[in-house]
């Protein structure tokens, strides 16, 4: 009973991260093998950058902040959201980039999990930017899981992407999807 209980959450998961995830944050989004543990749909986040983001690559530092919440949990724990902070660096534009950064997810069961992530910024042809960090649990609950998180970041200044200081900050829907 327990097992089909596992795989009708699951498929509940798979149908409403295709209907709920964007699609062209879908595109980019890291096949999974096997059962995730941990699925959550609804999330959102915000960025700060230093310096700005511009239409050049430049060296650049970031930290952020979000939550997620309608979590799936096959995990036992009864996990049903998380806050997130992450700070990282990278190369990165209005446009494209590559980072590392290192996530902490303090979870609502009241235990954390450290993350150390990479990831591409893209455009992509819709003019919607999306930001796919994979990464490992270094450390917390869930040690050596896989984590990918899926950022579209959302502006309403982009023409600040034009200016000498650049974007300095940026937000928008967040999903995460732990696995074994």
């Known amino acids: 009973m327990l097992r089909r209980t596992r ?6 998961g798979l149908v409403l991260g295709s209907v709920l995830v964007a699609p062209s944050a879908q595109a980019h989004t890291v ?3 096997g059962l995730a543990d941990l699925t959550c749909l609804v999330g959102s986040q915000t960025g700060h950058y230093q310096p700005g983001l ?5 060296p650049t530092s970031f930290t952020g902040q979000g ?9 036992g724990h009864g996990i049903t959201g998380a806050s997130f902070t992450t700070q990282g660096s990278g190369t990165a534009s209005c446009l494209t980039g590559t980072v590392s950064s290192r996530t902490t997810y303090y979870w609502s069961d009241g235990r954390s999990s450290a993350v150390r992530n990479t990831g591409a910024i893209e455009v992509k042809p819709n003019g919607i930017t999306v930001l796919v960090l994979t990464g490992t649990v270094e450390s ?3 040690t050596g899981a896989t984590v990918v998180q899926t950022k579209t970041l959302l502006s309403t ?13 940026a937000g928008g829907p967040v999903t995460v999807t732990l696995t074994p």
């Open 7 to 12: 795989r009708v959450i699951f498929g509940l």
């Open 31 to 33: 096949p999974v093998v």
């Open 54 to 58: 511009t239409f050049t690559p430049r």
């Open 67 to 75: 939550s997620v919440s309608g979590c799936v949990d096959l995990t």
């Open 140 to 142: 917390g609950e869930f």
């Open 157 to 169: 200044d982009l023409t600040a992407c034009l200016t000498p200081q650049g974007l300095t900050s």
